[in-house]
Protein backbone atom coordinates (compact mmCIF):
# COMPACT_ATOMS: atom_id res chain seq x y z
CA UNK A 1 0.00 0.00 0.00
CA UNK A 2 1.09 3.28 -0.77
CA UNK A 3 -0.53 6.63 -0.17
CA UNK A 4 0.02 9.57 -3.21
CA UNK A 5 -0.97 13.22 -2.92
CA UNK A 6 -3.14 14.18 -6.23
CA UNK A 7 -6.08 16.12 -7.27
CA UNK A 8 -7.96 16.40 -10.54
CA UNK A 9 -5.26 17.99 -12.60
CA UNK A 10 -3.12 15.02 -11.78
CA UNK A 11 -5.39 12.82 -13.29
CA UNK A 12 -6.44 14.78 -16.01
CA UNK A 13 -2.30 15.16 -16.67
CA UNK A 14 -2.07 11.43 -17.14
CA UNK A 15 -5.03 10.78 -19.11
CA UNK A 16 -4.06 13.35 -21.68
CA UNK A 17 -0.93 11.89 -22.40
CA UNK A 18 -2.33 9.70 -24.92
CA UNK A 19 0.89 7.28 -25.26
CA UNK A 20 1.09 7.14 -21.40
CA UNK A 21 -2.21 6.27 -20.76
CA UNK A 22 -3.32 3.75 -23.58
CA UNK A 23 0.33 2.03 -22.06
CA UNK A 24 -1.79 1.67 -18.83
CA UNK A 25 -5.02 0.94 -20.37
CA UNK A 26 -3.72 -1.34 -22.54
CA UNK A 27 -1.47 -3.26 -19.93
CA UNK A 28 -5.06 -3.81 -17.45
CA UNK A 29 -6.65 -4.56 -20.60
CA UNK A 30 -4.18 -7.73 -21.10
CA UNK A 31 -4.20 -8.76 -17.82
CA UNK A 32 -8.11 -9.61 -17.79
CA UNK A 33 -8.00 -10.82 -20.86
CA UNK A 34 -7.41 -14.98 -19.09
CA UNK A 35 -8.15 -16.61 -22.49
CA UNK A 36 -6.01 -13.90 -24.73
CA UNK A 37 -8.68 -13.61 -26.87
CA UNK A 38 -8.21 -10.23 -27.83
CA UNK A 39 -11.74 -9.23 -26.40
CA UNK A 40 -12.89 -9.32 -22.53
CA UNK A 41 -15.90 -11.48 -22.06
CA UNK A 42 -18.77 -10.57 -19.36
CA UNK A 43 -16.75 -13.27 -17.27
CA UNK A 44 -13.65 -11.40 -17.67
CA UNK A 45 -14.90 -8.74 -16.60
CA UNK A 46 -16.91 -9.46 -13.66
CA UNK A 47 -13.78 -11.24 -12.06
CA UNK A 48 -11.91 -7.46 -12.29
CA UNK A 49 -14.71 -6.29 -10.67
CA UNK A 50 -15.39 -8.88 -7.91
CA UNK A 51 -11.80 -8.43 -6.98
CA UNK A 52 -12.13 -5.07 -5.96
CA UNK A 53 -14.71 -6.40 -3.23
CA UNK A 54 -16.94 -3.39 -3.28
CA UNK A 55 -20.33 -5.20 -2.90
CA UNK A 56 -19.44 -7.42 0.24
CA UNK A 57 -21.74 -5.57 2.46
CA UNK A 58 -20.93 -4.70 6.18
CA UNK A 59 -17.14 -3.48 4.76
CA UNK A 60 -15.86 0.07 5.68
CA UNK A 61 -17.92 -0.44 8.95
CA UNK A 62 -21.43 -0.72 7.57
CA UNK A 63 -24.04 -2.49 9.51
CA UNK A 64 -26.08 -3.40 5.51
CA UNK A 65 -26.15 -6.55 4.93
CA UNK A 66 -24.36 -7.78 1.66
CA UNK A 67 -26.40 -7.31 -1.19
CA UNK A 68 -28.67 -10.16 -2.88
CA UNK A 69 -26.86 -11.67 -5.87
CA UNK A 70 -29.29 -10.76 -7.99
CA UNK A 71 -29.09 -7.04 -7.17
CA UNK A 72 -25.28 -7.84 -7.74
CA UNK A 73 -25.79 -9.84 -11.01
CA UNK A 74 -27.82 -6.85 -12.02
CA UNK A 75 -24.90 -4.13 -11.18
CA UNK A 76 -22.25 -6.19 -12.84
CA UNK A 77 -24.24 -5.95 -15.92
CA UNK A 78 -25.19 -2.82 -16.32
CA UNK A 79 -21.24 -1.88 -15.41
CA UNK A 80 -20.46 -4.88 -18.42
CA UNK A 81 -23.26 -2.84 -20.56
CA UNK A 82 -21.25 0.57 -20.38
CA UNK A 83 -18.11 -1.19 -21.77
CA UNK A 84 -19.65 -2.66 -24.46
CA UNK A 85 -20.32 0.51 -26.63
CA UNK A 86 -21.37 -1.41 -29.57
CA UNK A 87 -23.69 -4.40 -27.69
CA UNK A 88 -21.21 -7.40 -29.11
CA UNK A 89 -21.26 -9.18 -26.06
CA UNK A 90 -17.25 -8.62 -25.49
CA UNK A 91 -15.43 -5.13 -24.53
CA UNK A 92 -12.60 -4.81 -27.13
CA UNK A 93 -9.17 -2.86 -26.33
CA UNK A 94 -11.17 0.28 -27.64
CA UNK A 95 -14.18 0.10 -25.80
CA UNK A 96 -12.23 -0.45 -22.59
CA UNK A 97 -9.94 2.36 -23.64
CA UNK A 98 -12.82 4.62 -24.20
CA UNK A 99 -14.68 4.04 -20.73
CA UNK A 100 -11.88 4.05 -18.86
CA UNK A 101 -11.03 7.27 -19.88
CA UNK A 102 -14.57 8.65 -19.23
CA UNK A 103 -14.55 6.35 -16.03
CA UNK A 104 -11.07 8.68 -14.85
CA UNK A 105 -11.96 11.89 -16.04
CA UNK A 106 -14.78 11.64 -13.89
CA UNK A 107 -12.46 10.17 -11.31
CA UNK A 108 -10.40 13.64 -11.64
CA UNK A 109 -13.86 15.90 -11.63
CA UNK A 110 -14.66 14.50 -8.03
CA UNK A 111 -11.81 15.20 -6.86
CA UNK A 112 -11.45 18.95 -7.67
CA UNK A 113 -8.32 21.25 -7.62
CA UNK A 114 -7.79 20.57 -3.46
CA UNK A 115 -4.84 18.14 -3.36
CA UNK A 116 -5.92 14.57 -1.24
CA UNK A 117 -3.71 12.21 0.05
CA UNK A 118 -4.91 8.66 -1.07
CA UNK A 119 -4.30 5.16 -0.24
CA UNK A 120 -3.63 2.91 -3.08
CA UNK A 121 -2.25 -0.48 -4.04
CA UNK A 122 1.13 -0.56 -5.43
CA UNK A 123 1.11 -3.85 -6.55
CA UNK A 124 -2.15 -4.20 -8.22
CA UNK A 125 -1.78 -1.88 -10.48
CA UNK A 126 -3.58 1.59 -9.49
CA UNK A 127 -4.48 3.92 -12.41
CA UNK A 128 -4.40 6.86 -9.79
CA UNK A 129 -0.80 5.67 -8.57
CA UNK A 130 0.59 5.64 -12.29
CA UNK A 131 -1.39 8.75 -12.54
CA UNK A 132 0.63 10.69 -9.50
CA UNK A 133 4.33 8.92 -10.43
CA UNK A 134 3.19 10.33 -14.51
CA UNK A 135 3.03 13.85 -12.51
CA UNK A 136 6.05 13.61 -10.57
CA UNK A 137 8.14 12.51 -13.88
CA UNK A 138 6.73 15.21 -15.94
CA UNK A 139 7.92 17.20 -12.21
CA UNK A 140 11.13 16.03 -12.38
CA UNK A 141 11.68 16.49 -15.94
CA UNK A 142 10.95 20.25 -16.12
CA UNK A 143 13.26 20.71 -13.14
CA UNK A 144 16.33 18.80 -14.79
CA UNK A 145 15.37 20.87 -17.84
CA UNK A 146 15.55 24.22 -15.78
CA UNK A 147 19.27 22.84 -14.43
CA UNK A 148 20.37 22.75 -17.76
CA UNK A 149 19.24 25.50 -19.10
CA UNK A 150 20.98 27.35 -16.14
CA UNK A 151 24.08 25.54 -16.39
CA UNK A 152 24.33 26.27 -19.93
CA UNK A 153 23.85 29.73 -19.27
CA UNK A 154 26.44 30.16 -16.68
CA UNK A 155 28.63 28.19 -19.43
CA UNK A 156 28.12 31.24 -21.92
CA UNK A 157 28.38 33.59 -19.46
CA UNK A 158 31.81 32.70 -18.35
CA UNK A 159 33.62 33.03 -15.30
CA UNK A 160 32.95 36.27 -13.00
Not at 74 to 87: I, K, N, R, S, T
Request: charged share 30%; hydrophobic share 50%.
Amino acid sequence: MSVVVLDGSTVRGFVADEPAFARSVDARFAALDANGDGVLSRAELRRALESFRLLDGAGFGSADPAPLPADVAALYDAVFEQFDADGSGAVDRAEFRDEMRRIMLAVADGLGSQPIQVAVDDEGGSFLLEAAEHEAAEIAARVEADRSKAAAAAAAAGPK
